[in-house]
Every structure is written in C-alpha cells, then in structure tokens.
C-alpha cells in the first residue's frame, strides 16, 4: 500500500429524517474534506458511514408516517445516501445497521464483554409512559436538567451544559411525544461497567492532548464520576439480546440493546460489509486490526461521550486488537439564521430543494468556510451569497476567467515559454507556494475553515500579479511580447497551484481548473506532493475558458428568506429608525451591586445597578442562565429611560442588554474599561 492507512467515520444518522446544514456542516463535509485531502496524499483511505436505523426514533417516526421501522428507516437510508452524493461526500461505504454482519457482531461484542467481567443485570426504575403503554428510550423524554437547571434537556444529555446521565435523574420527566408526565417503574436490564473500565480510559485520554481542548475537558469531567450504563432497552425494535452464559436466569428475549450500544458497531459491521463486496471478507481486518492505521472520527458536539468514552470502552472492555480513535474530530452546533435548526418548529432548509437551485460546491465551500469547529456557528443567506459571489466568483472564478479568456485572445490558448523571471514573478509565485503548503497542513490537522481562508489569500495573490503586470498592455509593443509570455506562464502556474489547493473542498471546480491549463490526465493521477513540485506544460494548448461558479442573486436571496420568514418564526428585520429616535434611547454603562432571585419566579433576577447618576432597579429574566453572585461587579450595558413596569409585584426601572441564545440560555453584554455611567453610542 502506498503511503499510511486511514480509517475515517462519520457519525452514523438516525434514519429517521433527512439529513440538514448542520449535519452537512459538522459532520459529512469536514470527514469529506479530510478523507480527499489523505487520498490526495497518497494514503489509502477507508472511509465509513451509514445509516442508525435502530432505536425508538426510528420506530415512533415509523409510527407517525404509518410505516414499518423497517420501511421508513429503508426510506431515509436511501434519501440521506442520495443527498451525500448530491454533496459529493465521497465515503467508501455508506451501510445501515440492519446489514449482515451488524446483530451477530453486536451480540459478540457483549458476550465478550460479558465474559470479561464488565456486564451485570440490574433491576432499576425506567421512565414509563401510561399513556402510550411503554418504556420511553432517553431521546424521548425531556425534562429539566438535574445539573444546570435547563427545563428541556433531552433523556440522555443537557444541550446546554452537555452534562451526560440517565433519563430517571431528569426532573419532571415528560414524554417528547405527548408532552405527558411520565411515572418510574422497575424493570431488569443489562448494563456495561463503565466504572470498572475507568483507569483504562484515563491511560488512553492521556495521550490525547492534541486534541481540541474543549472536547477533552469534557471527556475528563466526565470520567470522573462513570457509572454503569444500562445496554438494552424494552422495545421490539433493534438487535435482539442473547443469552448470556454468566446470566442464564435473564431471559431477555423479548428486549432489544439499547442504540448506543450497537451503533457505534456498525462503523466495523460496515467495515465487514464493505470488504465482502470487495470479494476479501477479511479486507476489513486491515483497518480496525492493525495499530499503525490512523483513525479519524467525525461526530457532533452531541456525540462526544458516546464517541469519546463509551465506544472505547467498549473496545477496550472487549479484549481484543480492535482500533481505538486517535483524532476524535468534534464540532459544534450549527445554526440557521441565529436559530436553532428544527423540523419542527419548521426552521430548516431542504437540502435536496436548495441543491436542485445552486451548484453544490457553493455550498461545500460556505459550509466550509463557517464550520462550528471550535464554536457554535451560523448560516445565513447573505452570508452564502458573500461566499460565492466574492470570494468563489469574484476572486477565484475571476482570477481563472480573465487569464484563460486573455491567454486564448493573444495566445491562442498556447502555453508560452517563461523567458527572463523577474523578482516580481518569482515574490508572487513564491507567496502561492507558501500558502500552498500552509493549506497542506490546514487539511492534515483538519482546521478547515482556515484552508477556506488561505485558499482565498492565494486567490488574492494571484490577483493582485494579474492587476499589476497588466498583460493587456503588454500585447501593445512588440519588445514587450516575451514579458507577457512570462506573465501568462505564472498566471497559469498560479491556477496550478490553485487546482490542487482547493481539491479537497471542490473536487470538480479544481478538476475543471486543471484541464483549463492543458494538463493530462486527472489531477488525482498522482499525489499533493508530485502535483505541487511539477509545473504547466509549454506549447500545450489550453481548452477554452469554462465558467466555474455563477453569481447569487439578490432576487434569489430574498425567495429564501420569505420562504424562511413564511414557515417559521423567523424575524425579519424591522422597521428602520431614524437617528433621533435611536438617540432617544438612554444607553448607559451601569455595574451591577447586587443581584437576588425574585420570591416565587424561576425565572426573574432583581439587580440593583449602579448608572453613575443614580442607582436603580432592574428585573432581568435571566435566573436559568446566570447565578446572581457570579453578575455582582460586572459592566453591563443598561436602558435607563425605559418606562418603569411592575413584575412580580416589583417595580423594574430599566433593562439590561443581552442575547438570547435559545437553548443554550441568555449572554449578557459585557464591558470592562468603560467607565460608569458613560453614554453607549
């Protein structure tokens, strides 16, 4: 094999939806990117995906289309593979956990782990639901979080605070379905010793000080305090339990293992899956069974711990030569318009709509270029239409454009000789190959939305030789011709450079690009490295000009946001104001003495703040967010000259600025040099 092995996974869907921005954004794209970038580097690459078809989720939204589980996860397994495509998410293999390999792996797994000491039966209370006559799955249940307080954390972990627990801790528990309260009853479930495999996991965390940091403090909070963790589930949907030699009084034929538990097997079931239609069953064993292949996971923020601990847990409770995760790639979440991405609040945009509309490296290129991978980011359409028509079309589009078109004018699209390189040739070319090796690194260490950013630095410095050299000028004297042959030979050499730098993210814009400027073959032929030291071909003759991007219109902007605006409730802007009407607005730099929670409101804040001419009162709901002693001392940025109004039975004179974020609570605004009392302008 050439080069290294690469293993790559990307988290595997619930099929029981279609796949959206965020998905894209965090997850498929980034593991694309990554997966081409070590291809093109000449390593052999194994890149897994499928579809979690398994699991309540899949069973209730079954319910409510009046299909199967099998039928409707059959239906979302095929429409998420079409939209991967549609993106050109390039995996290996796309599977499903209901392939033929998956169950009799699964109860493997747990036998073993059995066998190794690290299962045991327990009779617990479980979330119970009279009204639809059965035992909830944690994803089903919401509930307040017995951590942080968040009123509609999930059964199993709190968006906000990302705390991980069973779904009996949450307090008044409700049916995600109903909205029902939900009543605890005993029942007899397997569960893997998380506790007992604590050590092993804090020696192999050691080691991972690469990566992101946040991923990693949350791991290790959480190692802390592991705890058993239940592995089946009563229901009738998924892999089926097996007897249990160590447990033979548990008869648990009529209980199914719990998704956490089988999914993140089916990265290996795929595996096997893969290399029996690759005609070697044993092809498989190359990957996961061999410690020198590189293994790279793609997840979500909301997948860390199952990703994070519980899966190399599992692996290493197992006993055998399977490979454990050495780069756990997280990410956060990602928004729409400043909102959170939901069906059912109809806040989402169609992915297979919006790719019949635009080209879909638009849409690699923005998703790219906003990934969440250190915070939670955004996708806006103005933003979109910013991407593509400045930075795809007005810098790169442009750049290739207007040197192929002048190349083919005063060329005839032959690639002329580079006679006498100037300082000037060599700085430019120079600068390109510096950032040709930055963005090398950028993919390697996977920080993607910087490649977005060096891609256009290169396309800017391209530019800019172009602007100055002016071989539009230079065709008008003849002693000159020779200078503009040299021109044009660096123009091209930047599209090189250019069409090997942007692959990973636009595989057919950069393919394009290369076939513009003569070359053989598919720039994937050979490797990044071969690519990157060759050099275009003189006297060969370039194909005419393609164009690689179209320009986003206003027009077509403005229908998505109505279409937005008209199925949700999404906030356009407002009426403008004038600037006496802004200036009638008394914005004042006001610092927090005190602060206590309002008798009888979960929700309200009393601050008393100090506005420099006076000190007044404020009502702030801001209790779920914010502790009071922690706001003590703080600068915040306070209305004073709003009328006074009675909540709670308490006078409130003013109002403190801040964002709601949603689920993930309300930030304050916040300064630290302005001066008390000062007018925000």
């Known amino acids: ?153 999930r059964g199993d972990e709190c968006t906000k605070c990302g705390a991980s627990y069973e779904a009996t801790s949450l307090l008044n528990p409700v049916s995600k379905i109903t909205g029902k309260k939900l009543e605890k009853r005993a029942s007899t479930h397997f569960f893997l010793r998380l506790d007992l495999l604590q050590d092993s996991l804090k020696k192999w965390l050691s080691g991972k000080d690469h990566w992101k940091t946040s991923t990693l403090n949350a791991l290790l909070s959480i190692l802390e305090d592991l705890r058993p963790r239940a592995i089946t589930r009563d229901t009738d949907w998924g892999v089926p339990v097996p007897l249990c030699p160590q447990f033979p009084e548990h008869d648990f034929s009529k209980k199914v293992f719990y998704v956490w538990f089988d999914a993140p097997l089916g990265y290996i079931s795929a595996s096997m899956e893969w290399a029996a239609e690759k005609g070697d069953p044993d092809l498989w064993k190359e990957f996961w069974e061999d410690q020198t292949v590189h293994f790279a996971q793609f997840v979500g923020k909301d997948n860390a711990i199952f990703h994070g601990l519980m899966f190399p847990g599992m692996l290493l409770g197992e006993g055998g030569d399977f490979k454990l995760v050495d780069d756990l790639q997280v990410n956060q979440f990602y928004t729409l318009e400043g909102q959170k991405i939901s069906k059912t609040d109809g806040l989402h945009v169609d992915l297979e709509s919006v790719l019949d509309r635009y080209d879909p490296e638009q849409f690699r290129y923005m998703l790219i270029a906003t990934s969440p991978e250190l915070s939670d980011s955004d996708f806006r359409w103005h933003d979109f239409q910013n991407k593509c028509n400045t930075d795809l079309v007005g810098k790169l589009g442009n750049f290739v454009n207007r040197t192929l078109t002048m190349l083919h004018r005063y060329c005839g699209g032959i690639i002329p000789e580079a006679n006498g390189v100037t300082e000037e040739d060599d700085l ?146 407002k009426e403008m104001v004038s600037m006496e009407e802004f200036d009638r607005m008394d914005l004042r730099v006001g610092k927090v003495l005190e602060a206590t929670h309002v008798p009888r409101s979960d929700k309200l804040l009393m601050l008393r703040v100090d506005v420099g001419s006076e000190i007044i009162q404020i009502l702030s709901g801001i209790a779920k967010s914010h502790e009071p002693e922690n706001l003590v001392g703080k600068k915040v940025v306070v209305l004073t000259n709003l009328k006074p109004i009675r909540l709670m039975g308490v006078e409130s004179q003013g109002m403190i600025l801040a964002v709601d974020l949603g689920e993930m609570g309300v930030e304050i605004l916040q300064l630290q040099e302005a001066s008390i009392g000062s007018k925000v302008r």
């Not at 965090?26 to 979690?52: E, H, K, M, N, Q």
Request: proline share 4%; charged share 25%.
């Open 1 to 153: 094999m050439v080069g290294r092995k690469i293993l790559v996974t990307a988290a595997l869907p619930y099929a029981n939806g279609t796949l959206h921005f965020g998905h894209m954004a965090g997850v498929y794209l980034p593991a694309d990117v990554f997966s081409r970038f070590c291809r093109f580097s000449g390593d052999t690459v194994l890149f897994i995906s499928g579809s979690d078809e398994y699991g309540l989720a899949v069973s209730i939204s079954a319910e409510l289309a009046g299909k199967s589980a099998r039928e409707q996860s059959q239906i979302y397994h095929a429409l998420n593979k079409r939209l991967l495509d549609r993106l050109l998410i390039s995996t290996d293999h796309f599977s499903r956990t209901t392939n033929p390999y998956h169950a009799d792996l699964v109860s493997s797994f747990f036998l073993r782990l059995s066998e190794n000491g690290f299962i045991e039966p327990q009779t617990d209370e479980h979330l119970y639901s009279p009204e639809e006559g059965r035992f909830l799955a944690d994803r089903y249940v919401i509930g307040r979080c017995p951590f942080c307080g968040f009123q509609e954390a």
């Open 428 to 573: 430019a070319l120079g600068k390109a190959k510096v950032l040709l090796e930055e963005m090398r690194e950028c993919y390697e260490s996977c920080r993607l939305r910087r490649a977005t950013q060096v891609l256009m630095e290169c396309a800017h410095v391209a530019n800019a030789y172009f602007d100055t050299t002016q071989p539009w000028k230079l065709v008008e004297d003849d002693q000159q011709i020779s200078r503009m042959h040299t021109v044009f030979f660096c123009c091209l050499e930047f599209i090189r450079l250019l069409a090997i730098a942007s692959y990973p993210i636009l595989p057919e814009a950069s393919e394009k690009m290369w076939s513009m400027i003569g070359a053989r073959g598919s720039l994937c032929e050979k490797t990044w490295k071969e690519r990157a030291e060759e050099s275009v071909i003189v006297g060969a003759k370039c194909p005419p000009s393609q164009i690689l991007f179209k320009k986003v219109s206003d027009d077509q902007i403005e229908e998505e946001m109505s279409q937005l605006v008209s199925t949700t409730n999404l906030v356009r802007k």
